[in-house]
């Protein structure tokens, strides 16, 4: 194969799973975004947390939210667990790397918040531990999985919701993750402000 064929069907491949994903998730998608509104206008606020290139979707979404994503707008709160590598660096020395998020939303995290999890399917003990501990201080969770969902699938309660992207592949899914998380920012702006 050729580089042109080879560029070809990367952009296939990955059109491929995307049609996929805004045929089956759609609803999910739709759904996802009436939790994070009711949260916010629940004066709640919003946490993010992923691992690796997951972890680049968790601030993205936070700075979205922050800042503004395609329109001038009030700030919404949000908070990426995964942008302070201090504290990050911090934790996993003095405990525990599986540790990292968990810390941080047993200081941060409120009853009536939401926790958006971001992975691709691994079976990541920090975010297992993340999991539980939203679920003890009473925070729902959002959780952007692909391939099976990977371990976290079976702890999270039936307040919680899974968009798993329809693929075994950690590009794919992160690709998808991406279109989602902007989907979620305008569907939140959109509910919000208007227009």
Same mark, same amino acid.
Request: glycine letters at 4%.
């Given at each position: 194969m050729n580089l042109h064929d080879r560029i070809n069907q990367y952009f296939f491949d990955s059109m491929a799973v995307q049609q996929e994903a805004l045929h089956s998730l759609s609803e999910q998608i739709e759904l996802?975004?009436?939790? !994070? =509104?009711?949260? @916010? @206008? +629940?004066?709640?606020?919003? @946490?993010?947390?992923? +691992?690796? $290139? &997951?972890?680049?979707?968790?601030? !993205? *979404?936070? &700075?979205?939210?922050? +800042?503004? *994503? /395609? $329109? /001038? $707008? #009030?700030? @919404? #709160?949000?908070?990426? !667990?995964? &942008?302070? #590598? =201090?504290?990050?660096?911090?934790?996993? +020395?003095?405990?525990?790397?599986d540790d990292i998020f968990a810390k941080q939303l047993r200081a941060l995290g409120q009853n009536g918040d939401l926790l958006v999890i971001y992975t691709d399917g691994s079976n990541a003990a920090n975010i297992a531990k993340a999991i539980n501990t939203a679920h003890d201080k009473h925070i729902s969770i959002i959780a952007l999985t692909g391939k099976d969902g990977g371990s976290m699938t079976s702890i999270l309660n039936e307040t919680d919701m899974e968009i798993r992207v329809p693929s075994n592949s950690s590009v794919r899914i992160q690709e998808v993750h991406l279109l989602i998380t902007h989907c979620l920012c305008d569907l939140i702006d959109h509910q919000l402000f208007g227009g």
């Open positions: 996802a975004s009436h939790r !994070l =509104v009711t949260t @916010l @206008l +629940n004066d709640k606020k919003i @946490l993010t947390c992923g +691992n690796g $290139r &997951s972890a680049a979707c968790a601030l !993205l *979404f936070s &700075s979205a939210m922050l +800042n503004q *994503f /395609e $329109r /001038e $707008r #009030p700030s @919404l #709160p949000a908070i990426a !667990l995964t &942008s302070d #590598p =201090v504290t990050l660096t911090a934790i996993a +020395n003095d405990y525990h790397f």
